[in-house]
């Protein structure tokens, strides 16, 4: 499906030519909005719709009237417990330190990544694979952009660096031991978040299934453990030999694999 880029209905000057510079990085045509409802320039363009506005990137996919676009989500508030000294269940099964090096292969909206890079803290490192160029961009930009009074949210998106890559793409030439955890969150089969957001992002989202290579290589970058997120009733977890543990209050369990 093709993708234009065009504003927001009401816009200026600065914002029409910061969507002929998207449009241009991005290889993509730029339409003028002229009035035009998105529906309708889905329909007489018959493609998905970039808009630029001054408040952020929405992504509209063919025949949908949900936005895709950056927002922290559940990170925001995940953080503010962990400052009040609460614990985090995902933090608890990747088992971060200070300094530590994680990839996240299914980066999303990166919330995992956010909390992961406020565990490694400053002397860590946090990257992120993102197989869909949309998502990628519209993730990143919103990840240097998004505007809060929350520092150390600002600070731990500010150290995520997202890869533009297929996740097996990316770690097939890497060093073996190359992270101390490697984090594995396919898209849920079924639906976990009611957000209209993660329902955009499925919507857009490269679907990919995980596979024996994607574990092999894993394993093989990973110098402590490879940890996967999947739904209650996923069979992945015993597929690929991950010690799931259980949680009898959530939708979605965590598996690891001690290395």
């Not at 009898?248 to 001690?258: A, P, R, T």
Request: hydrophobic share 40%; glycine share 4%.
């Amino acid at each position: 499906m093709n993708t234009v880029v065009t504003t927001a209905g009401r816009t200026n000057e600065e914002y029409i030519l910061k969507a002929r510079e998207i449009s241009k990085r991005l290889n993509l045509p730029y339409l003028k909005r002229q009035k035009k409802s998105v529906s309708t320039i889905q329909l007489e363009q018959q493609a998905n719709v970039l808009i630029v506005s001054k408040e952020r990137l929405e992504l509209y996919i063919y025949g949908s009237t949900s936005p895709f676009f950056f927002h922290p989500n559940s990170a925001a508030f995940r953080m503010k417990r962990l400052l009040n000294g609460e614990q985090d269940s995902f933090l608890e099964a990747v088992g971060l330190n200070e300094g530590d090096h994680f990839l996240d292969t299914t980066a999303g909206l990166c919330s995992d990544s956010i909390i992961a890079a406020y565990a490694v803290g400053d002397s860590g490192v946090v990257h992120a694979c993102e197989k869909e160029p949309l998502i990628a961009y519209v993730v990143e930009v919103g990840l240097k952009n998004y505007e809060t009074n929350h520092e150390a949210l600002l600070n731990s998106m500010s150290n995520i660096q997202l890869i533009h890559q297929d996740a097996v793409d990316y770690m097939k030439p890497m060093p073996s031991n190359s992270y101390d955890v490697v984090y594995v969150d396919p898209m849920f089969d079924e639906i976990i978040e009611e957000s209209s957001n993660f329902q955009a992002l499925r919507e857009v989202g490269v679907q990919d299934s995980l596979t024996d290579e994607w574990v092999a290589e894993a394993k093989r970058l990973a110098r402590k453990r490879v940890v996967l997120k999947a739904h209650f009733r996923s069979p992945l977890f015993e597929q690929f030999g991950f010690k799931r543990e259980i949680r009898l209050s959530s939708k979605f369990h965590y598996g690891v694999i001690d290395l």
